[in-house]
């Protein structure tokens, strides 16, 4: 079975630096993308990154030029490099796979119901 597995989380500053890990293992080749989804009390859950098999990237607007998802292949390790942290990124953050393309991946990371969706049991990210 999938498993997935972050790091990598902790308590910063506003405009500071994280990089969070997910060491990833099990049956993934349905998986067309990886990403990170984020849960905040209060929020709906909101896809942030997504990468897929060719290296092709997409980003939640609120993120985009803070934010660098990659990949090492060879690790089986999914990377999300955050700078200039927000009090508005304070979140739990949830490694994820999806059978879905790049072009909707970001919607469909973490929800529920959908086929070839997995996720980690998440990091927290806090930005005071």
């Not at 506003?14 to 009390?41: E, I, K, Q």
């Amino acid at each position: 079975h999938v498993q997935l597995v972050e790091s990598g989380g902790g308590s910063v500053q506003t405009g500071g630096s994280l990089r969070l890990s997910c060491a990833a293992s099990g049956y993934t080749y349905s998986s067309s993308c990886m990403g990170w989804f984020r849960l905040a009390p209060g929020k709906e859950r909101e896809g942030v990154a997504a990468i897929d098999g060719d290296g092709r990237t997409s980003y939640a607007d609120s993120v985009k030029g803070r934010f660098t998802i990659s990949q090492d292949n060879a690790k089986n390790t999914l990377y999300l490099q955050m700078n200039n942290l927000k009090p508005d990124d304070t979140a739990m953050y949830y490694c994820a796979a999806t059978g879905r393309p790049i072009e909707i991946a970001i919607q469909a990371l973490g929800v529920i119901g959908v086929a070839d969706n997995y996720w980690g049991q998440g990091t927290q990210v806090t930005v005071s």
